[in-house]
């Protein structure tokens, strides 16, 4: 995961996709998430994908996803930015405050079926050039608290719901 890279992918993507007037384009929150589902032995689907969102609300999304379960396995890539609604962006402020985010640095993992795994690593940007980040790696010593476990999940239907909102439907998200 190279978050400096990825940053400057999607600052690039906000510089070609024309924005609302006034809209504010600085980071929020920005995921890195990489993920095997998986069903006992049987292999589900993959998901690799970087989810940034901004301040006011524009976010961008590019991933590729593989669904065995639903589609044939060929790897689809997906790149999508619009502007989330107002509900679901008091929703993100509403986990990011129970999380307390602004106080988190956590290094853990989340506990997945046989032959799953799970992977994030999410950034947030605070004022003053402050930043926050909460890595599950499957491989971390320690697992997450639950609160954190509850925060990724939270943070799957937020984004489920920003695309849902935009029109966008994206497998195994």
Same mark, same amino acid.
């Given at each position: 995961?190279?978050?400096?890279?990825?940053?400057? =992918?999607?600052?690039?993507?906000?510089? /070609?996709?024309?924005?609302?007037?006034?809209?504010?384009?600085?980071?929020?929150?920005? *995921?890195?998430?990489?993920?095997?589902?998986?069903?006992?032995?049987?292999? /589900? !689907?993959? *998901?690799? *994908?970087?989810?940034?969102?901004?301040?006011?609300?524009? =976010?961008? /999304?590019? !991933?590729?996803? #593989?669904?065995?379960?639903?589609?044939?396995?060929?790897?689809?890539?997906?790149?999508?930015? @619009? &502007?989330?609604? @107002?509900?679901?962006?008091?929703?993100?402020? %509403?986990?990011? %405050?129970?999380?307390?985010? #602004?106080?988190?640095?956590?290094?853990? #993992? $989340?506990?997945? +079926?046989?032959?799953?795994?799970?992977?994030?690593? $999410?950034?947030? =940007?605070?004022?003053?050039?402050?930043? &926050?980040? $909460?890595?599950?790696?499957?491989?971390?010593?320690?697992?997450? +608290?639950?609160?954190?476990?509850? =925060?990724?999940?939270?943070?799957?239907?937020?984004? %489920?719901?920003?695309?849902?909102?935009?029109?966008? *439907?994206? +497998?195994?998200?």
């Amino acid at each position: 995961m190279n978050t400096h890279r990825d940053l400057l =992918f999607f600052s690039f993507l906000f510089l /070609l996709t024309p924005l609302a007037a006034g809209a504010q384009t600085s980071p929020l929150l920005k *995921v890195h998430e990489v993920r095997t589902d998986a069903g006992g032995p049987a292999l /589900l !689907g993959t *998901v690799d *994908v970087d989810w940034l969102v901004s301040r006011g609300g524009p =976010f961008a /999304l590019l !991933g590729v996803v #593989r669904d065995f379960q639903g589609g044939d396995g060929s790897p689809r890539a997906y790149s999508v930015t @619009a &502007t989330a609604a @107002a509900g679901a962006m008091a929703d993100l402020g %509403a986990a990011l %405050a129970a999380v307390r985010i #602004r106080n988190r640095n956590d290094h853990c #993992r $989340i506990e997945t +079926p046989l032959g799953a795994s799970v992977a994030y690593e $999410i950034t947030w =940007f605070g004022a003053q050039n402050r930043t &926050t980040r $909460i890595v599950v790696d499957p491989e971390a010593g320690t697992s997450c +608290p639950t609160f954190v476990q509850t =925060f990724v999940f939270q943070l799957r239907e937020i984004r %489920a719901r920003m695309l849902r909102d935009a029109g966008v *439907v994206v +497998p195994r998200l």
